[in-house]
């Protein structure tokens, strides 16, 4: 497995990795949604990690259903308990999972930018058949940078469909030193935005973070 996985990205564990997770917390175990959720083959998410993490395990996380009480669940495991990752959905593929009032803004969205992806409610719901989804959850997007001159035009372009959303538009516009909240980048050249990366937050102009879309 790769030494650092980016954040969003979804990972499967291995059964005999997540039980001894699941030992080492026993307040978690004795919940039969966590300690069956390798089993039934659901992800785990990549996180940032904090100061409490273990040097050298992989920081995970585990957003439980509304139904669950939408706690959030931090483990961390060995990069040999993970035996599949793959980036966060495509937006093209979680839209059967979103309300029908969604669908107009979400076709904008993809003709907007095809590569776009999800995290958050949406996503899970998409991906474990669980209902995550709620009368006021956002859509939470990543949306990936190709080129300087996209990133110059595509955060107006969102703000633009955000006005019409029946829904909150979330999420980051995302390049190779990480990614930016979409709203940050509607500001001028100069102004500082928060670059969000595997291993922590830096701070930068808009324009720098711009130019270091260029291919």
């Known amino acids: 497995m790769p030494e650092a996985l980016e954040r969003h990205t979804m990972v499967k564990v291995s059964a005999a990795g997540w039980a001894a ?21 659901r992800p785990l998410v990549v996180r940032r990690p904090t100061c409490s993490d273990t040097a050298g395990l992989v920081p995970l996380g585990l957003p439980l259903p509304p139904s669950h009480g939408k706690r959030r669940i931090a483990v961390s495991l060995a990069a040999a308990d993970i035996v599949v990752s793959a980036p966060p959905p495509l937006l093209a593929d979680a839209a059967a999972a979103a309300p029908a009032a969604w669908r107009v803004t979400i076709e904008e969205l993809l003709r907007l ?31 990936p940078l190709s080129s300087a001159d996209q990133a110059r035009t595509l955060p107006s372009a969102v703000a ?39 291993t922590g937050v830096l701070t930068t102009t808009r324009a720098a973070f711009v130019a270091g879309c260029a291919p």
């Open 113 to 143: 930018l095809p590569e776009t992806r999800t995290y958050g409610s949406l996503a899970w719901q998409h991906l474990t058949g669980l209902t995550y989804l709620a009368d006021g959850s956002d859509l939470d997007l990543l949306w």
């Open 160 to 198: 633009e469909i955000a006005k019409r959303a029946p829904m909150r538009l979330d999420g980051e516009i995302t390049a190779r030193a990480g990614g930016v909240q979409w709203r940050e980048l509607t500001g001028k050249d100069e102004g500082e935005v928060l670059v969000k990366g595997p």
């Open 21 to 41: 997770a699941m030992s080492q917390r026993p307040e978690l175990a004795g919940e039969p949604i966590i300690e069956g959720w390798a089993r039934a083959g």
